[in-house]
Each structure stands twice: as C-alpha cells, then as structure tokens.
C-alpha cells in the first residue's frame, strides 16, 4: 500500500519568503506528526495533530512556523519570512491506532534558505 | 522531561561481527522505546519497539534489544553485520501517558561496515 507522502522533495528559497510543505498521511491514519532533523539539533518534534486538531504545538519554533490538517487527512506546514536557520530536512509520520503504535514517517522535504 | 542518550556518534564494525549501538534514557517512569533506521535520503523506518511487555524485543533485519530497567538502557544488538546495515540508527522515547504523543529522538548513531 502506498505509504507517507511528502512534497516537494526538495525545495529551495531565498530568505523572507514562504513556503508550503505538504504531507500525505496513509489513508485512515488519525494522527499526523511534523518533525524537523538539521545538523545542528538533530531531530526535532513541531506539532502534532489528532484528526483535524493539534493537541501538542510546543515543538513550533516560532510564530513564524504554523500547521494545518484538513479533512483528517493532508496536512501543511506553512513557513512564513523563511530564515536561514530554518534550512532543514522537514519529516511527517502518520500513526493509528493505539499511541504506542508506530509511527510511519515519509521521505522528508529538504528546505534550503539561501 | 523524558530525553535520549546515544553513546557514540559513529560506530564501524567488521562484516560479521557482533552489532551493539548504545541507548540510555532517562525517565521517571518506563517510557516507550523505539530504533528506528535511516538509510540516505530516506526516511526513517522502524526496527523495533519495547512497549512493557517482553524485555527482550526482536526486529526486523536480525536486530533486537533488551530493555533493562535498573540501567536505564534499551540496547541495540545484531549477532552478525552485514554490508546493508550500513545507515543511521535512532533510538527514541515516548512517554506512556496519553495525550503526550510526541517522539524525543537522540542524536543518532552512524553505523560503519568494513568489508
């Protein structure tokens, strides 16, 4: 079956601008996770959602960083006024069932700010 | 807060030989364990999960680790490496209350193979 999708695979912008990066769950998974994995900080929780909502957003850097989930299903994870230190590999796992279930994490978007 | 500790940012081992990446955690209660693998440019994939029922996990690949709880450590172990282990290692930890969902990863572990 098909698994986590993620685009772009790649993307690349210049400093102050916006981005989107979308995430394709497993169909019927209720819970989605955003994480981010760069050299300096290792893997890092953002935000997560169950169904439409977002329960736990402590991971957000800033106010810079905000998600979505429509439909309990896509969801997107908006930069606004892009920074370098934002350059990142962006990872979403989607989840069901039980919490202490796995968590199947997609191909990741690389983000480049130049 | 619950964290990871992963001893040994690269690891390199001969062809097969035994496999042992280090995982200690520190949590009050026992938390949720998990490997997880990285092969480059992908995503992250699970190799097993300590869930508080048998100590001793097994997963894919031929890799296990046994929970120990008076050492605080969750162990990865593979009798014999091989060439297609050659990737990133990530222990994590997820507390077992409900409602707090969110992986905490260490900082990974790169594992080598010699030929």
């Known amino acids: 079956g098909a698994g986590v999708s993620q685009s772009p695979s790649n993307k690349v912008t210049e400093k102050g601008k916006d981005v989107e990066l979308r995430c394709d769950p497993i169909?019927?998974?209720?819970?989605l996770y955003w994480y981010r994995q760069s050299l300096g900080q290792g893997l890092e929780f953002l935000i997560y959602?169950?169904?439409?909502?977002?329960?736990?957003k402590s991971g957000l850097p800033s106010d810079r960083f905000s998600a979505e989930r429509t439909g309990g299903s896509v969801s997107t994870l908006t930069i606004q006024r892009t920074q370098q230190e934002d350059s990142a590999v962006y990872l979403c796992?989607?989840?069901?069932?039980?919490?202490?279930?796995?968590?199947?994490f997609g191909p990741g978007t690389r983000l480049t700010v130049l | 807060a619950q964290s990871v500790t992963q001893l040994g940012s690269h690891v390199s081992v001969s062809e097969g030989a035994l496999v042992l990446l280090r995982c200690n955690y520190s949590s009050s209660v026992p938390p949720y364990l998990f490997w997880y693998v990285q092969y480059p440019n992908q995503g992250l994939q699970l190799l097993l999960k300590y869930t508080s029922a048998a100590t001793l996990v097994k997963g894919i690949n031929g890799f296990e680790a046994e929970f120990k709880k008076s050492e605080t450590s969750f162990h990865l172990t593979k009798p014999s490496a091989h060439m297609s282990d050659a990737a990133e290692y990530f222990c994590a930890v997820r507390p077992l209350l409900t409602g707090n969902e969110k992986l905490t990863f260490g900082t990974g572990t790169r594992l080598t193979i010699i030929p």
């Open positions: 959602f169950q169904g439409n909502s977002a329960p736990d």
């Open positions: 796992a989607s989840r069901t069932g039980g919490s202490y279930n796995e968590q199947f």
């Open positions: 169909s019927g998974h209720t819970a």
